[in-house]
T-cell receptor
Framework: EIVMTQSPATLSVSPGERAILSCRAS??????LAWYQQKPGQAPRLLIY???TRATGIPARFSGSGSGTEFTLTISSLQSEDFAVYYC?????????FGQGTKVEIK | QVQLVESGGDLVKPGGSLRLSCAAS????????MSWIRQAPGKGLECVSD????????YYADSVGGRFTISRDNDKKSLYLQMNSLRAEDTAVYYC?????????RGQGTLVTVSS
């Protein structure tokens, strides 16, 4: 099973600042990597797939990069609605696995 | 718009059974693989099961294989998860999602609690 490790566990950022979230895979997942956003009491929301393709309706301030084992989600200028938990997920090898999440909180 | 409405969650005793349903609308249901994903309280996400467009191919996580059965009815635009021999560790919010690699969550989930 591929282990996905996200860092940091918590990221404290001021509104308007940039946030950089990392996700590392225990073995290569090529570009088969997705990012999700989850707010309290809500289902996850797909942000990025294919490591760098934004899902429909996702603002341009969200961008993804990386391939192989190292991936990054960047939020260029944090808005109030962006404070949430973010998960990465690999879908290269069964079972698909998620990272443990990075909580982005208001500084 | 795309909507997925999960239902069927409840409090059940260990060893008991439950059937979850997911009603889909706003898209051509038969064109998509569908998945069940769960999230234990305060924990991360786990892919539980998925099913092909026609229903002839299924996948189960090792943690639920032999106990859970996924199925679908394309005429009714519905997805199901029959859960048997439930354990305390099955306690979670269960989400259905469109797709089976890239997951499109559009519902609110349904809570399954396994406790005596």
């Amino acid at each position: 099973e591929i282990v996905m490790t996200q860092s940091p566990a918590t990221l404290s950022v001021s509104p308007g600042e940039r946030a950089i979230l990392s996700c590392r895979a225990s073995q290569s997942v090529s570009s088969n990597l997705a990012w999700y956003q989850q707010k309290p009491g809500q289902a996850p929301r797909l942000l990025i797939y294919g490591a760098s393709t934004r899902a429909t309706g996702i603002p341009a301030r969200f961008s993804g990069s990386g391939s192989g084992t190292e991936f990054t989600l960047t939020i260029s200028s944090l808005q109030s609605e962006d404070f949430a938990v973010y998960y990465c997920q690999q879908y290269n090898n069964r079972p698909w696995t998620f990272g443990q999440g990075t909580k982005v909180e208001i500084k | 718009q795309v909507q997925l409405v999960e239902s069927g969650g409840d409090l059940v005793k260990p060893g008991g059974s439950l059937r979850l349903s997911c009603a889909a609308s706003g898209f051509t249901f038969s064109d998509f693989y569908m998945s069940w994903i769960r999230q234990a309280p305060g924990k991360g996400l786990e892919c539980v099961s998925d099913i092909s467009k026609s229903g002839d191919t299924t996948y189960y996580a090792d943690s639920v294989g032999g106990r859970f059965t996924i199925s679908r009815d394309n005429d009714k635009k519905s997805l199901y998860l029959q859960m048997n021999s439930l354990r305390a560790e099955d306690t979670a919010v269960y989400y259905c999602a469109r797709g089976h690699t890239i997951l499109d969550f559009r519902g609110q989930g349904t809570l399954v609690t396994v406790s005596s």
